[in-house]
Each structure stands twice: as structure tokens, then as C-alpha cells.
């Protein structure tokens, strides 16, 4: 998946908000569950996100998600996010969501 980083998206230092970051996060780690069970796609019980650079306004990134397991109850994503044109990682997160059913 692939982002344009917009002045929307900005903190007061005009790079990209952490919390934009952490939405990135949540929403690739949900489509990597639901690429393998597209009825469940849980509940958020942790999201954790290390920011290792800052993403300017302009820059693409390149948003990569895996499911590291996935059970009957709960399921662990890893997330990556990077620039496009340097492959600079910008930030690693892991998601894991909860299924009641």
C-alpha cells in the first residue's frame, strides 16, 4: 500500500503526526487479517509503534503488513512503514486484535 504524505496529515513541525503514523498502523494491520478472514476483523487489544525518522510532506511511503499468527481468538500483525525513493524506514509497529466469535 502506498501513501502521499499531505499537509493534512502534518504536526506542528510540518512532518507527519505520530497519530497519522498509528492510524497507518491499525488500518494495515486489520487488511493483513482480513486477507486471510475477511468476516473477522476484530478488535484493536494492543497497537504499539516505534518511530525511528520523520516523513516529510510530499514523500510516498510504502506501507508492508504480515500476519505473524493468526488464531482462533487472537491475531498478531507486523507492520512496515518506509519512503518510497530511499526505503528509509520510517516506522515498525505491531497490531493484534482480538475475535469473539
Not at 503488513?65 to 518506509?82: A, C, N, P, Y
Request: proline share 4%.
Amino acid at each position: 500500500m502506498e501513501l502521499l504524505v499531505e499537509p493534512k496529515m502534518q504536526n506542528p513541525f510540518w512532518k507527519m503526526h505520530g497519530g497519522a503514523l498509528c492510524t497507518l498502523v491499525d488500518l494495515a494491520g486489520t487488511a493483513a487479517i482480513m486477507s486471510l478472514s475477511p468476516t473477522q476483523p476484530g478488535v484493536s487489544v494492543d497497537l504499539n509503534v516505534s518511530f525511528l525518522s520523520a516523513a516529510d510532506i510530499g514523500e510516498t511511503l510504502i506501507i508492508t503488513s504480515k500476519v505473524e499468527k493468526l488464531g482462533q481468538k487472537l491475531g498478531f500483525t507486523d507492520v512496515r512503514i518506509s519512503e518510497k525513493l530511499s526505503g528509509r524506514l520510517v516506522a515498525v509497529g505491531r497490531h493484534t486484535k482480538y475475535f469473539s466469535g
